[in-house]
Protein backbone atom coordinates (compact mmCIF):
# COMPACT_ATOMS: atom_id res chain seq x y z
CA UNK A 1 0.00 0.00 0.00
CA UNK A 2 1.20 3.40 -1.01
CA UNK A 3 1.91 5.74 1.99
CA UNK A 4 3.55 8.80 3.41
CA UNK A 5 5.93 8.47 6.35
CA UNK A 6 6.28 11.26 8.83
CA UNK A 7 9.52 11.80 10.86
CA UNK A 8 7.99 12.69 14.41
CA UNK A 9 10.33 15.37 15.43
CA UNK A 10 8.03 15.37 18.87
CA UNK A 11 5.38 17.86 17.78
CA UNK A 12 2.29 17.33 19.93
CA UNK A 13 0.37 17.68 16.50
CA UNK A 14 2.31 14.57 14.52
CA UNK A 15 -0.63 12.38 14.90
CA UNK A 16 -3.13 14.96 14.07
CA UNK A 17 -0.99 15.52 10.80
CA UNK A 18 -1.77 11.67 10.06
CA UNK A 19 -5.37 12.22 10.73
CA UNK A 20 -5.40 15.05 8.38
CA UNK A 21 -3.71 12.79 5.79
CA UNK A 22 -6.03 9.76 6.11
CA UNK A 23 -8.77 11.93 4.92
CA UNK A 24 -7.61 11.89 1.63
CA UNK A 25 -7.79 8.02 2.09
CA UNK A 26 -3.77 7.92 1.97
CA UNK A 27 -2.33 5.52 4.62
CA UNK A 28 0.16 7.53 6.85
CA UNK A 29 2.84 5.88 8.92
CA UNK A 30 4.77 8.00 12.03
CA UNK A 31 8.34 6.47 12.96
CA UNK A 32 10.91 7.82 15.34
CA UNK A 33 14.05 10.01 13.65
CA UNK A 34 16.17 7.32 14.69
CA UNK A 35 14.51 4.39 12.99
CA UNK A 36 16.02 2.58 9.69
CA UNK A 37 13.96 3.83 7.19
CA UNK A 38 11.84 1.26 4.74
CA UNK A 39 10.81 3.16 1.81
CA UNK A 40 9.00 1.23 0.15
CA UNK A 41 6.15 2.52 -1.33
CA UNK A 42 6.64 5.91 0.37
CA UNK A 43 5.79 8.68 -2.08
CA UNK A 44 6.39 11.25 0.54
CA UNK A 45 7.97 12.13 3.38
CA UNK A 46 7.02 14.85 5.95
CA UNK A 47 8.88 16.13 9.02
CA UNK A 48 7.31 17.14 11.89
CA UNK A 49 7.39 19.82 14.15
CA UNK A 50 8.77 19.96 17.51
CA UNK A 51 9.29 21.29 21.03
CA UNK A 52 13.78 21.69 19.96
CA UNK A 53 16.26 24.26 18.54
CA UNK A 54 17.99 23.23 16.35
CA UNK A 55 20.85 24.45 18.24
CA UNK A 56 19.96 22.67 21.84
CA UNK A 57 22.49 20.04 22.66
CA UNK A 58 20.90 16.85 21.58
CA UNK A 59 18.54 18.09 19.40
CA UNK A 60 17.10 15.77 16.87
CA UNK A 61 19.10 15.45 13.88
CA UNK A 62 18.39 14.53 9.98
CA UNK A 63 19.59 11.53 8.29
CA UNK A 64 21.79 12.32 5.83
CA UNK A 65 20.65 10.99 2.68
CA UNK A 66 17.33 12.24 3.51
CA UNK A 67 17.66 15.44 1.49
CA UNK A 68 19.57 13.13 -1.19
CA UNK A 69 15.85 10.94 -1.97
CA UNK A 70 14.50 11.52 -4.82
CA UNK A 71 10.78 11.62 -3.10
CA UNK A 72 8.98 14.74 -2.04
CA UNK A 73 10.04 16.47 1.44
CA UNK A 74 7.60 18.73 3.23
CA UNK A 75 9.62 20.23 6.66
CA UNK A 76 7.16 21.58 9.20
CA UNK A 77 7.98 24.13 11.23
CA UNK A 78 11.23 22.06 13.17
CA UNK A 79 11.02 20.14 10.29
CA UNK A 80 11.53 23.33 7.88
CA UNK A 81 14.08 24.70 10.23
CA UNK A 82 16.02 21.09 9.91
CA UNK A 83 16.09 21.41 6.31
CA UNK A 84 17.24 25.21 6.30
CA UNK A 85 20.12 24.23 8.64
CA UNK A 86 21.30 21.42 6.51
CA UNK A 87 21.61 23.55 3.88
CA UNK A 88 23.46 25.74 4.69
CA UNK A 89 20.19 28.59 5.26
CA UNK A 90 20.62 30.75 8.28
CA UNK A 91 18.54 30.16 11.18
CA UNK A 92 18.10 32.22 14.14
CA UNK A 93 17.03 31.66 17.64
CA UNK A 94 14.71 34.13 18.75
CA UNK A 95 13.42 34.47 22.74
CA UNK A 96 9.88 35.72 21.30
CA UNK A 97 9.13 33.26 18.39
CA UNK A 98 5.52 33.72 17.22
CA UNK A 99 2.58 31.51 18.78
CA UNK A 100 -0.90 31.43 18.15
CA UNK A 101 -2.76 32.58 14.91
CA UNK A 102 -0.33 34.19 12.51
CA UNK A 103 -1.63 36.12 9.37
CA UNK A 104 0.91 34.90 6.00
CA UNK A 105 1.18 36.04 2.48
CA UNK A 106 1.26 33.66 0.05
CA UNK A 107 4.60 35.46 -2.28
CA UNK A 108 4.54 32.82 -5.37
CA UNK A 109 2.02 30.64 -6.92
CA UNK A 110 3.77 27.45 -5.86
CA UNK A 111 2.18 23.66 -6.38
CA UNK A 112 2.12 23.68 -2.71
CA UNK A 113 -0.22 26.31 -2.50
CA UNK A 114 -2.27 25.69 -5.15
CA UNK A 115 -5.69 27.68 -5.12
CA UNK A 116 -4.85 28.97 -2.16
CA UNK A 117 -5.55 32.87 -1.20
CA UNK A 118 -2.61 35.15 -1.44
CA UNK A 119 -3.47 36.09 2.57
CA UNK A 120 -4.20 33.17 4.84
CA UNK A 121 -4.33 32.83 8.85
CA UNK A 122 -2.24 30.18 9.78
CA UNK A 123 -1.32 28.60 13.47
CA UNK A 124 2.66 29.81 14.69
CA UNK A 125 4.26 27.35 17.53
CA UNK A 126 8.23 28.32 17.09
CA UNK A 127 11.03 29.99 18.78
CA UNK A 128 13.57 29.66 15.96
CA UNK A 129 12.99 31.70 12.63
CA UNK A 130 14.94 30.99 8.77
CA UNK A 131 15.95 35.01 8.22
CA UNK A 132 18.02 33.93 4.65
CA UNK A 133 18.38 31.27 2.14
CA UNK A 134 21.05 29.92 0.24
CA UNK A 135 21.43 29.46 -3.12
CA UNK A 136 18.99 27.58 -5.26
CA UNK A 137 16.19 28.13 -2.53
CA UNK A 138 13.57 30.89 -2.77
CA UNK A 139 10.72 31.73 -0.37
CA UNK A 140 7.29 31.14 -0.95
CA UNK A 141 5.39 32.58 1.73
CA UNK A 142 6.53 35.36 4.36
CA UNK A 143 4.67 36.80 8.01
CA UNK A 144 3.36 40.21 7.96
CA UNK A 145 6.72 40.98 9.68
CA UNK A 146 8.83 39.57 6.79
CA UNK A 147 10.01 36.34 8.65
CA UNK A 148 9.98 33.47 6.03
CA UNK A 149 6.52 31.45 6.90
CA UNK A 150 7.66 29.25 3.41
CA UNK A 151 10.41 28.04 0.67
CA UNK A 152 11.49 25.78 -1.85
CA UNK A 153 14.13 24.10 -3.39
CA UNK A 154 13.99 25.39 -6.38
CA UNK A 155 16.20 22.14 -8.21
CA UNK A 156 14.39 19.53 -5.93
CA UNK A 157 11.08 18.59 -4.51
CA UNK A 158 11.79 20.08 -1.22
CA UNK A 159 9.62 22.89 0.99
CA UNK A 160 9.65 23.82 4.30
CA UNK A 161 6.57 25.99 5.79
CA UNK A 162 6.42 27.75 9.39
CA UNK A 163 3.05 26.83 10.35
CA UNK A 164 1.15 23.74 11.27
CA UNK A 165 -1.14 23.49 8.66
CA UNK A 166 -2.83 19.95 10.27
CA UNK A 167 -4.26 22.49 12.73
CA UNK A 168 -8.00 23.38 11.88
CA UNK A 169 -6.98 27.00 13.13
CA UNK A 170 -4.76 27.79 9.94
CA UNK A 171 -6.97 28.65 7.07
CA UNK A 172 -6.55 26.28 3.96
CA UNK A 173 -4.55 23.83 6.28
CA UNK A 174 -6.06 20.61 4.98
CA UNK A 175 -5.95 21.78 1.15
CA UNK A 176 -2.15 22.75 1.51
CA UNK A 177 -1.62 19.22 3.21
CA UNK A 178 -3.77 17.60 0.49
CA UNK A 179 -1.73 19.35 -2.41
CA UNK A 180 1.27 18.17 -0.94
CA UNK A 181 -0.10 14.45 -0.46
CA UNK A 182 -2.43 14.14 -3.61
CA UNK A 183 -0.87 16.66 -6.33
CA UNK A 184 2.81 16.30 -5.61
CA UNK A 185 3.54 12.90 -4.33
CA UNK A 186 0.49 11.57 -6.47
CA UNK A 187 -0.16 8.97 -4.25
CA UNK A 188 -3.64 6.76 -4.63
CA UNK A 189 -6.41 7.36 -2.04
CA UNK A 190 -7.22 3.59 -1.51
CA UNK A 191 -6.53 3.20 2.70
CA UNK A 192 -9.98 3.21 4.42
CA UNK A 193 -11.40 2.30 8.19
CA UNK A 194 -12.66 -1.29 6.69
CA UNK A 195 -9.23 -1.78 5.75
CA UNK A 196 -8.47 -0.95 9.32
CA UNK A 197 -10.53 -3.23 10.37
CA UNK A 198 -9.66 -6.59 8.60
CA UNK A 199 -5.96 -6.10 9.23
CA UNK A 200 -6.70 -5.73 13.17
CA UNK A 201 -8.65 -8.65 13.09
CA UNK A 202 -5.76 -10.67 11.19
CA UNK A 203 -3.61 -9.06 13.69
CA UNK A 204 -5.37 -10.24 17.15
CA UNK A 205 -5.80 -13.40 15.63
CA UNK A 206 -2.22 -13.87 15.04
CA UNK A 207 -1.32 -12.51 18.36
CA UNK A 208 -3.51 -13.44 20.70
CA UNK A 209 -4.75 -16.76 18.60
CA UNK A 210 -6.32 -19.25 20.88
CA UNK A 211 -5.36 -17.34 23.74
CA UNK A 212 -7.46 -16.10 26.72
CA UNK A 213 -7.46 -12.42 26.81
CA UNK A 214 -9.38 -9.61 29.00
CA UNK A 215 -10.88 -5.90 28.56
CA UNK A 216 -11.59 -3.26 30.65
CA UNK A 217 -14.54 -2.05 29.97
CA UNK A 218 -15.68 1.30 30.56
CA UNK A 219 -18.83 1.58 28.65
CA UNK A 220 -17.03 4.76 27.12
CA UNK A 221 -16.91 4.80 23.35
CA UNK A 222 -12.84 3.32 22.81
CA UNK A 223 -13.28 0.49 25.19
CA UNK A 224 -16.77 -0.67 23.72
CA UNK A 225 -15.06 -0.60 20.65
CA UNK A 226 -12.34 -2.44 21.35
CA UNK A 227 -14.41 -4.98 23.04
CA UNK A 228 -16.26 -5.65 20.10
CA UNK A 229 -13.47 -5.34 17.35
CA UNK A 230 -11.47 -8.04 19.56
CA UNK A 231 -14.73 -10.27 19.91
CA UNK A 232 -14.85 -10.42 16.29
CA UNK A 233 -11.58 -12.12 16.32
CA UNK A 234 -11.11 -14.08 19.50
CA UNK A 235 -15.12 -14.85 20.25
CA UNK A 236 -15.70 -16.22 23.36
CA UNK A 237 -11.84 -16.11 24.07
CA UNK A 238 -12.82 -12.80 25.32
CA UNK A 239 -14.03 -11.90 28.91
CA UNK A 240 -15.42 -8.49 29.30
CA UNK A 241 -14.69 -6.97 33.05
CA UNK A 242 -16.30 -3.95 34.13
CA UNK A 243 -14.81 -2.39 37.27
CA UNK A 244 -16.51 -0.32 39.31
CA UNK A 245 -14.26 2.20 40.75
CA UNK A 246 -16.49 4.16 42.35
CA UNK A 247 -15.39 7.41 40.06
CA UNK A 248 -18.04 7.10 37.33
CA UNK A 249 -20.95 9.36 36.29
CA UNK A 250 -24.12 8.94 38.48
CA UNK A 251 -25.83 5.73 37.72
CA UNK A 252 -23.17 4.62 34.99
CA UNK A 253 -22.53 1.05 36.40
CA UNK A 254 -26.21 0.41 35.94
CA UNK A 255 -26.26 1.77 32.51
CA UNK A 256 -23.20 -0.51 31.40
CA UNK A 257 -24.67 -3.09 32.62
CA UNK A 258 -28.01 -2.91 30.83
CA UNK A 259 -25.93 -2.16 27.77
CA UNK A 260 -23.68 -4.87 27.23
CA UNK A 261 -25.53 -7.47 28.30
CA UNK A 262 -28.83 -7.19 26.91
CA UNK A 263 -27.68 -4.75 24.02
CA UNK A 264 -24.33 -6.40 22.64
CA UNK A 265 -24.55 -9.92 24.20
CA UNK A 266 -21.47 -9.27 25.68
CA UNK A 267 -19.95 -11.64 29.15
CA UNK A 268 -20.06 -9.14 31.34
CA UNK A 269 -18.03 -9.27 34.90
CA UNK A 270 -18.48 -6.91 37.40
CA UNK A 271 -15.76 -6.49 39.81
CA UNK A 272 -16.84 -3.62 42.93
CA UNK A 273 -13.58 -1.93 44.02
CA UNK A 274 -14.86 1.22 45.35
CA UNK A 275 -13.36 0.85 48.47
CA UNK A 276 -9.89 -0.18 47.22
CA UNK A 277 -9.89 2.87 44.82
CA UNK A 278 -10.95 5.47 47.09
CA UNK A 279 -8.23 3.95 50.15
CA UNK A 280 -5.52 4.57 47.36
CA UNK A 281 -6.63 7.80 46.92
CA UNK A 282 -6.97 9.25 50.01
CA UNK A 283 -4.75 12.71 50.80
CA UNK A 284 -3.80 12.83 46.94
CA UNK A 285 -4.70 16.35 45.58
CA UNK A 286 -1.42 15.89 42.75
CA UNK A 287 -3.42 15.07 39.72
CA UNK A 288 -0.44 12.95 37.50
CA UNK A 289 -0.13 10.68 41.23
CA UNK A 290 -4.14 10.09 40.85
CA UNK A 291 -3.28 8.84 37.27
CA UNK A 292 -0.67 6.53 38.44
CA UNK A 293 -2.75 4.88 41.57
CA UNK A 294 -5.63 4.18 38.98
CA UNK A 295 -3.58 2.72 36.12
CA UNK A 296 -1.31 0.72 38.82
CA UNK A 297 -4.83 -0.16 40.50
CA UNK A 298 -6.57 -1.19 37.59
CA UNK A 299 -3.71 -3.01 36.68
CA UNK A 300 -3.67 -5.26 39.95
CA UNK A 301 -7.19 -5.57 39.78
CA UNK A 302 -7.13 -7.33 36.40
CA UNK A 303 -4.33 -9.33 37.68
CA UNK A 304 -6.12 -10.49 40.16
CA UNK A 305 -9.02 -11.67 38.07
CA UNK A 306 -6.25 -13.37 35.66
CA UNK A 307 -4.73 -15.54 38.93
CA UNK A 308 -8.70 -16.40 39.78
CA UNK A 309 -9.00 -17.32 35.68
CA UNK A 310 -5.09 -18.45 35.38
CA UNK A 311 -5.63 -19.30 31.30
CA UNK A 312 -5.52 -15.33 30.82
CA UNK A 313 -2.54 -14.35 29.46
CA UNK A 314 -3.75 -10.49 27.79
CA UNK A 315 -4.78 -7.16 28.73
CA UNK A 316 -7.23 -4.94 26.11
CA UNK A 317 -7.59 -1.73 25.99
CA UNK A 318 -8.67 1.14 24.56
CA UNK A 319 -6.34 3.03 23.89
CA UNK A 320 -6.54 5.81 21.01
CA UNK A 321 -3.96 7.85 19.50
CA UNK A 322 -4.86 10.71 21.44
CA UNK A 323 -4.19 8.70 24.34
CA UNK A 324 -0.29 7.99 23.35
CA UNK A 325 0.51 11.42 22.25
CA UNK A 326 -0.67 13.45 25.25
CA UNK A 327 1.09 10.75 27.46
CA UNK A 328 4.34 11.32 25.31
CA UNK A 329 3.83 7.69 24.57
CA UNK A 330 4.73 8.18 20.25
CA UNK A 331 7.86 9.57 20.44
CA UNK A 332 11.13 10.24 22.72
CA UNK A 333 11.57 14.03 21.53
CA UNK A 334 7.87 14.89 22.83
CA UNK A 335 6.82 17.03 25.37
CA UNK A 336 4.76 15.07 27.89
CA UNK A 337 1.45 17.28 28.71
CA UNK A 338 0.02 14.75 31.08
CA UNK A 339 -0.48 10.51 31.07
CA UNK A 340 -3.15 8.45 30.83
CA UNK A 341 -4.17 5.97 32.83
CA UNK A 342 -3.99 3.39 30.25
CA UNK A 343 -0.43 4.53 28.71
CA UNK A 344 1.52 6.60 30.45
CA UNK A 345 0.10 5.29 34.27
CA UNK A 346 0.67 1.57 33.40
CA UNK A 347 3.16 0.02 36.18
CA UNK A 348 6.51 -1.24 35.03
CA UNK A 349 5.84 -4.70 35.90
CA UNK A 350 3.23 -6.48 35.32
CA UNK A 351 1.85 -9.82 34.36
CA UNK A 352 -0.47 -9.61 31.60
CA UNK A 353 0.36 -8.71 28.14
CA UNK A 354 -1.08 -5.35 26.56
CA UNK A 355 -2.67 -5.30 23.45
CA UNK A 356 -4.28 -2.23 22.04
CA UNK A 357 -6.23 -2.31 18.60
CA UNK A 358 -7.19 1.26 18.56
CA UNK A 359 -3.98 2.69 19.31
CA UNK A 360 -3.46 3.92 15.50
CA UNK A 361 -6.60 5.94 15.01
CA UNK A 362 -8.15 8.98 16.81
CA UNK A 363 -11.84 9.52 18.04
CA UNK A 364 -13.73 10.56 15.22
CA UNK A 365 -12.29 7.50 13.37
CA UNK A 366 -12.98 5.14 16.11
CA UNK A 367 -16.72 6.01 16.24
CA UNK A 368 -16.91 5.39 12.35
CA UNK A 369 -15.15 2.21 13.09
CA UNK A 370 -17.83 1.30 15.93
CA UNK A 371 -20.27 1.81 13.36
CA UNK A 372 -19.49 -0.53 10.79
CA UNK A 373 -19.03 -3.19 13.63
CA UNK A 374 -22.83 -2.43 13.93
CA UNK A 375 -22.44 -0.97 17.28
CA UNK A 376 -24.97 1.38 18.52
CA UNK A 377 -24.80 4.91 17.90
CA UNK A 378 -26.07 5.92 21.39
CA UNK A 379 -23.01 4.01 22.48
CA UNK A 380 -21.02 5.49 19.93
CA UNK A 381 -21.98 9.24 20.15
CA UNK A 382 -21.57 9.41 24.13
CA UNK A 383 -19.64 12.30 25.38
CA UNK A 384 -15.94 11.05 25.76
CA UNK A 385 -15.50 9.95 29.65
CA UNK A 386 -11.91 9.82 31.09
CA UNK A 387 -10.66 6.71 32.21
CA UNK A 388 -9.35 7.94 35.66
CA UNK A 389 -12.83 9.11 35.70
CA UNK A 390 -14.20 11.78 37.84
CA UNK A 391 -11.09 11.30 40.05
CA UNK A 392 -9.77 14.25 37.65
CA UNK A 393 -12.59 16.30 37.87
CA UNK A 394 -12.08 17.12 41.48
CA UNK A 395 -9.55 19.54 42.18
CA UNK A 396 -7.27 18.47 44.89
CA UNK A 397 -8.04 15.28 47.43
CA UNK A 398 -11.06 12.78 46.49
CA UNK A 399 -13.61 12.32 49.13
CA UNK A 400 -17.18 10.31 48.80
CA UNK A 401 -18.62 13.44 49.79
CA UNK A 402 -17.06 15.58 46.42
CA UNK A 403 -17.79 12.44 44.94
CA UNK A 404 -21.73 12.71 45.16
CA UNK A 405 -21.55 16.78 44.77
CA UNK A 406 -20.00 16.37 41.51
CA UNK A 407 -22.16 13.19 40.27
CA UNK A 408 -25.17 15.48 40.95
CA UNK A 409 -23.98 18.60 39.28
CA UNK A 410 -22.64 16.33 35.96
CA UNK A 411 -25.74 14.56 36.12
CA UNK A 412 -28.05 17.78 35.81
CA UNK A 413 -25.62 19.52 33.39
CA UNK A 414 -26.17 16.49 31.12
CA UNK A 415 -29.92 16.05 31.43
CA UNK A 416 -30.45 19.80 30.74
CA UNK A 417 -28.41 19.55 27.54
CA UNK A 418 -30.44 16.60 26.40
CA UNK A 419 -33.63 18.43 27.33
CA UNK A 420 -32.73 21.67 24.93
CA UNK A 421 -31.65 19.11 21.76
CA UNK A 422 -28.04 19.96 22.80
CA UNK A 423 -26.24 17.12 24.02
CA UNK A 424 -25.41 16.02 20.42
CA UNK A 425 -24.44 19.60 19.08
CA UNK A 426 -21.56 19.69 21.20
CA UNK A 427 -18.43 17.08 21.25
CA UNK A 428 -18.03 16.87 25.38
CA UNK A 429 -19.48 18.39 28.32
CA UNK A 430 -19.02 17.85 32.09
CA UNK A 431 -18.79 19.33 35.52
CA UNK A 432 -15.40 19.95 37.29
CA UNK A 433 -15.40 20.63 41.60
CA UNK A 434 -13.35 22.97 42.31
CA UNK A 435 -11.50 23.30 45.69
CA UNK A 436 -12.84 26.76 45.76
CA UNK A 437 -15.89 27.99 48.19
CA UNK A 438 -17.23 31.12 47.96
CA UNK A 439 -19.79 33.90 50.02
CA UNK A 440 -23.60 33.43 48.82
CA UNK A 441 -27.06 33.96 49.93
CA UNK A 442 -29.97 31.36 50.33
CA UNK A 443 -32.91 33.18 51.81
CA UNK A 444 -31.47 35.35 54.75
CA UNK A 445 -29.11 33.60 55.22
CA UNK A 446 -25.13 33.59 54.82
CA UNK A 447 -23.81 30.46 52.65
CA UNK A 448 -20.31 29.48 51.73
CA UNK A 449 -20.19 27.10 49.32
CA UNK A 450 -18.35 25.08 46.37
CA UNK A 451 -17.79 26.65 43.22
CA UNK A 452 -18.55 24.37 40.08
CA UNK A 453 -17.19 24.88 36.60
CA UNK A 454 -19.56 23.47 33.24
CA UNK A 455 -16.94 22.85 30.46
CA UNK A 456 -18.32 21.73 27.35
CA UNK A 457 -16.04 21.91 23.76
CA UNK A 458 -16.43 21.62 20.24
CA UNK A 459 -14.01 19.00 17.58
CA UNK A 460 -13.41 16.14 15.95
CA UNK A 461 -10.43 13.89 17.13
CA UNK A 462 -9.81 15.50 20.56
CA UNK A 463 -6.32 17.07 20.02
CA UNK A 464 -7.79 20.44 19.56
CA UNK A 465 -10.95 22.27 20.76
CA UNK A 466 -12.78 25.10 21.15
CA UNK A 467 -15.28 25.75 23.93
CA UNK A 468 -19.22 25.15 22.99
CA UNK A 469 -21.05 28.55 22.15
CA UNK A 470 -23.96 27.18 24.15
CA UNK A 471 -26.97 29.57 24.52
CA UNK A 472 -26.97 31.80 27.58
CA UNK A 473 -30.57 30.59 28.52
CA UNK A 474 -29.90 26.87 28.82
CA UNK A 475 -26.54 27.68 31.24
CA UNK A 476 -28.72 29.60 33.22
CA UNK A 477 -31.06 26.76 33.31
CA UNK A 478 -28.43 24.72 34.32
CA UNK A 479 -27.28 27.17 37.19
CA UNK A 480 -30.12 27.59 38.40
CA UNK A 481 -31.10 24.03 38.78
CA UNK A 482 -27.49 23.11 40.25
CA UNK A 483 -27.92 25.62 43.00
CA UNK A 484 -30.90 24.80 43.53
CA UNK A 485 -30.69 21.02 43.85
CA UNK A 486 -27.31 20.48 45.23
CA UNK A 487 -26.74 22.22 48.65
CA UNK A 488 -23.08 21.95 48.33
CA UNK A 489 -22.96 24.39 45.37
CA UNK A 490 -22.58 27.79 46.11
CA UNK A 491 -21.58 29.36 42.37
CA UNK A 492 -21.24 27.94 38.68
CA UNK A 493 -19.04 29.58 36.42
CA UNK A 494 -18.50 28.76 32.44
CA UNK A 495 -15.01 27.51 31.28
CA UNK A 496 -14.42 29.67 27.72
CA UNK A 497 -11.10 28.30 27.33
CA UNK A 498 -10.02 26.36 23.92
CA UNK A 499 -7.35 23.77 23.23
CA UNK A 500 -4.76 24.88 23.45
CA UNK A 501 -3.70 26.96 24.89
CA UNK A 502 -6.02 24.52 27.82
CA UNK A 503 -6.14 20.86 28.08
CA UNK A 504 -9.63 19.77 27.46
CA UNK A 505 -9.96 18.21 31.18
CA UNK A 506 -8.29 20.87 33.70
CA UNK A 507 -6.21 17.84 35.21
Known amino acids: MEKILIIDYGS ?38 GPNSVYSENAPVLESNMLKLDIPLLGICYGMQLIAYNMDCEVKRDANGEYGRTEILIEKKDELFNEIP ?11 SVISLSEGFEPIAK ?42 C ?12 DEKIKEIKNKIGDKKAIIALSGGVDS ?58 KGVSDPEKKRKIIGEEFIRVFEKFAKENDDIEYL ?30 LPKEMDLKIFEPLREIFKDE ?22 PGLAIRIIGEITEEKLKILKNVDSIFIETLKENSWYNK ?25 VVSLRSVDSVEGMTADWSRIPFDILNQASNRITNEVSEVGRVVYDITSKPPATIEWE
Do not use: C
Open 12 to 49: QYTQLLARRIREFGVYSEVVPPNKKLNLKNVKGIILSG
Open 118 to 128: DKITTWMSHGD
Open 143 to 184: TKNGIIAGFRLKSKKIWGIQFHPEVRHSEFGSDIIENFVLDI
Open 186 to 197: KIKGDWSLSNFI
Open 224 to 281: SVAAVLVHKAIGKNLKAVFVDHGLLRKNEPEEVKRIFKEMIGLDLITINAKEKFLSKL
Open 316 to 345: IQGTIYSDVIESAASGSNTSVIKSHHNVGG
Open 366 to 387: VRSTGEILGIPKNILYRHPFPG
Open 426 to 450: VWQSFAILTPVKTVGVAGDSRKYEY
